[in-house]
């Protein structure tokens, strides 16, 4: 046979691993039925430049789980109520002129942990990186670290005098 | 309730009030001075702190150790769910919002990118996809990234 010229320009087949969701997703979908939708939690985006790199990190060390995983560029991360998209930058992610995101920056999600100081001494034993150790504020104490693209993680522990709705000088 | 908490960093709080309160339905819920303020979006908590310098209060917006001074930008963002993504454009663009780049179709639903006063961008999102909604669980249907 023949090869096909267009061979070459195709992209690779990415095994896709079958999943017990992608299963119930597709049984949905054959008999009619709507997707689970609660509607609850919130979604935030990093990109990252080592997505195996990063999905460790924030599984081992933050105690995330893993959701999906269906490319080499992207994934999605639950912790609670947070979904955690990480993506490689990429050609879809370009803006009009070309220029590709990157990690960085310093906006950043802020994740509670019962016991700062045993969650740092964990990660720095991992050796997670630290922007700043751990500072004390009004009702909380804060450490900044970093994920392995450098992109921002803050971590805090509550204090007495913490509120949910009553922080302040955080 | 609110259960996921985001720190942005602005330069104007209430600048950055005004625009997240006005075009992205957020709720103010305290602003005790004008370095801080929190904002509500179904269960996100966003947190907004104006960067101070050494001298300035700790906290969420001082600087680093080794002097680096915090600031707004990047590309790590929240994104917010809208039923209806060019309708949603098109209302803001006439209110004057800034947009990064224009409707990106991908996979799972079509997405923009809008930046507050500051510069930092927020992702608005249109599911196609059922599975995209912001759900839990959110099965799996082997699809590229979005």
Redesign the interface.
């Known amino acids: 046979m023949t090869p096909d010229p267009l061979e070459a320009l195709r992209l690779p087949i990415m095994p896709?691993e079958p999943?017990p969701?992608?299963t119930?997703?597709?049984l949905?979908r054959l008999r009619g039925e709507?997707?689970?939708?609660?509607?609850?939690?919130?979604?935030?985006?990093?990109?990252v430049a080592d997505l195996d790199a990063a999905v460790a990190f924030y599984c081992d060390d933050l105690g995330f789980d893993e959701?999906?995983r269906?490319?080499p560029?992207?994934a999605?991360l639950?912790r609670?109520?947070?979904?955690l998209?990480l993506?490689v930058?990429?050609r879809?992610h370009a803006?009009?002129d070309g220029t590709l995101?990157?990690?960085?920056?310093?906006?950043?999600?802020?994740?509670?942990v019962p016991d700062l100081d045993a969650a740092v001494e964990a990660l720095r034993g991992r050796g997670v990186r630290f922007?700043?150790?751990i500072?004390?504020?009004?009702g909380v104490r804060?450490a900044?670290l970093e994920d392995p693209s450098g992109?921002p993680v803050?971590l805090f522990e509550p204090l007495a005098g913490y509120h949910?709705?009553?922080?302040?000088?955080? | 309730?609110?259960?996921?908490?985001?720190?942005?960093?602005v330069n104007d709080i209430d600048a950055a009030i005004d625009f997240y309160t006005a075009h992205l339905h957020f709720e103010l819920?305290?602003r005790?001075?004008d370095?801080?303020a929190?904002l509500a979006?179904?269960?996100?908590r966003l947190?907004l702190?104006r960067p101070v310098g050494p001298d300035g209060?700790?906290?969420?917006g001082?600087p680093?150790?080794d002097g680096?001074m915090?600031?707004?930008?990047?590309?790590?963002?929240?994104?917010v769910?809208v039923p209806d993504l060019a309708a949603a454009v098109e209302q803001l663009r006439s209110s004057g919002a800034r947009f990064?780049?224009?409707v990106?179709t991908?996979v799972g639903g079509r997405q923009i990118i809008i930046e507050d006063p500051s510069g930092?961008p927020v992702?608005l999102?249109e599911p196609i996809l059922?599975?995209a909604?912001?759900?839990?669980?959110?099965?799996?249907?082997?699809?590229?990234?979005?």
């Open positions: 896709v999943r969701e992608f119930a997703s597709l949905r709507r997707a689970r939708v609660s509607g609850r939690g919130a979604t935030v985006r990093y990109f959701e999906l269906p490319s560029s992207f999605m639950y609670g109520d947070l979904r998209l993506s930058p990429g879809a803006l009009p995101p990157d990690p960085g920056g310093w906006n950043r999600i802020v994740v509670e922007r700043h150790e500072v004390t504020a009004i804060q900044l992109n803050e949910e709705r009553g922080l302040k000088g955080q | 309730m609110t259960t996921v908490s985001v720190r942005y960093i819920q305290m005790p001075n370095l801080f929190m979006h179904g269960d996100l947190v702190v209060p700790a906290g969420g001082a680093m150790p680096r915090q600031e707004p930008g990047g590309w790590n963002r929240f994104s769910e990064r780049n224009d990106v991908g930092n992702e999102f059922p599975e909604k912001l759900s839990r669980p959110a099965p799996s249907s082997g699809q590229p990234d979005r």
